[in-house]
């Protein structure tokens, strides 16, 4: 049984960081690609970061752009999103999800396979 297992998300004051981490078990993890993905409220989900299976390819959203870091460990099958210079925008639930391909549709939910029950992240002002 595959599963993904978010932590790391809570309240922070605008400017301040969070580091989420995302668990992966029941899956071949170094075969998939891995996405954050975040859902605010009256908005639609958003792809901020993504990394390949070596993880030595990222994509960024360009409202995470030079604030957000992806990495990921194969040895502890799990991915980091590190959340700095955080902003009341940045309010949302955030999953991560599984993706065997790595291309141009890393952006688009579709193409995962599976995903995390979400860890929320609130940022006051």
């Known amino acids: 049984q595959v599963q993904l297992v978010e932590s790391g998300g809570g309240l922070v004051q605008a400017g301040g960081s969070l580091r989420l981490s995302c668990a992966a078990s029941?899956?071949?993890?170094?075969?998939?690609?891995v996405g954050w993905f975040r859902r605010a409220p009256g908005k639609e989900r958003e792809c901020v970061a993504a990394?390949?299976?070596?993880?030595?390819?990222?994509y960024y959203g360009d409202s995470v752009k030079g604030r957000f870091t992806i990495s990921r460990d194969n040895v502890e099958n799990t991915v980091y999103l590190q959340m700095n210079s955080l902003k009341p925008e940045d309010t949302a639930v955030y999953y991560c999800?599984?993706?065997?391909?790595w291309g141009p549709g890393v952006v688009d939910a579709a193409e995962y396979s599976y995903w995390g029950q979400g860890t929320p992240v609130t940022v006051s002002f």
């Open positions: 999800a599984a993706n065997v391909n």
């Open positions: 029941g899956l071949t993890f170094s075969r998939y690609a």
């Open positions: 990394i390949n299976f070596r993880g030595d390819n990222a």
